[in-house]
């Protein structure tokens, strides 16, 4: 994300309030979704905000641009450029003017995430990826690098309630044998951001293929295994840190469980109080 990006947003958040109705809904639309604003026209993008399209230009004057282009621009830099490689930002963080209470800026990047996270998605997306899950034969979940750890976090987490969870987890060069079982009646959930494992994309394509409904949990809805999803959650991955935050998609995929179990009701409540009882009865956990 280019400074220039970074600034237009805070800038957009800072003056939101000053902003005439009509160009709130459009403030809020292009901070869910700033690759639509970057790749589609205006006209598209009014009819998906459900304004005119004379208000995202009237949005532009009333935040200092000249044009709708030029409003434009730092979204299209931002989609054009490449990120950092990870030993470039850590040379920035390591470098001597860096300086500052470095503990603190990354705490105040991580809630600046999740706040900018909650503005990206909809409830209607939890509601549909909910859904998906509820009609779906098997639940399968992929993250791969950095990105297992949520993920095998959240397909442990389910499969209390939910036991034919399937995590994806290519251990061995398995991927494409694990693959095999995914069929139309299956729903699949991949977490990844910028750079993406090429795994992902043999995930959701593959997915894609069969049928199946890929819920794309991603930093942006332009990523390549996001092309195939029919439903996707947004994180924000900014931050000082030489690696990209996950905090916000831990925190999504966290959103989504709990929303999993208040629509499961009492039948959810049960399979979690059947998991508990196995796990005593294992001795999993150290007694208190």
């Known amino acids: 994300m280019t400074d220039s990006f970074t600034t237009l947003v805070d800038q957009i958040r800072g003056r939101f309030a000053e902003l005439t109705p009509q160009q709130r809904i459009a403030a809020a639309f292009v901070l869910r979704r700033p690759d639509d604003v970057a790749i589609v026209s205006m006209r598209t993008l009014a009819g998906h905000a459900g304004v005119q399209p004379v208000t995202f230009v009237r949005l532009a004057r ?16 931002r989609m054009r450029g490449k990120p950092d490689l990870y030993s470039v930002r850590a040379a920035r963080l390591a470098a001597p ?38 009609r779906a034969t098997t639940a399968f979940v992929a993250g791969f690098r950095s990105c297992f750890g949520p993920a095998h976090a959240f397909a442990y987490v389910a499969r209390l309630f939910r036991p034919d969870v399937v995590l994806l987890s290519g251990l061995g060069g398995s991927l494409e044998s694990e693959l ?51 439903i996707i959650l947004t994180y924000s991955t900014e931050g000082p840190s030489f690696f990209p935050s996950l905090v916000a998609a831990w925190a999504l995929s966290e959103q989504l469980l709990d929303v ?5 009701g009492t039948r959810v409540v049960e399979k979690l109080k059947s998991a508990e009882a196995q796990l005593q009865a294992l001795g999993v956990f150290v007694p208190d």
């Open 260 to 264: 999993l179990v208040a629509r499961g």
């Open 62 to 77: 009333a935040l200092g641009f000249e044009s709708w282009e030029a409003f434009k621009a730092p979204f299209v830099a």
């Open 180 to 230: 095999r079982a995914v069929s139309a009646e299956d729903v699949v959930v991949i977490i990844g951001f910028r750079p993406y494992s090429r795994e992902t994309v043999i995930v959701s394509e593959h997915a894609a293929a069969q049928g199946a409904t890929v819920i794309a949990i991603t930093d942006s809805p332009a990523a390549p295994f996001a092309r195939e999803a029919g």
């Open 97 to 134: 003017e860096a300086g500052g209470n470095l503990a603190e800026e990354v705490l105040r990047a991580q809630l600046r995430n999740l706040e900018a996270t909650r503005e990206l998605n909809e409830e209607s997306a939890f509601v549909a990826a909910a859904g998906a899950f509820e």
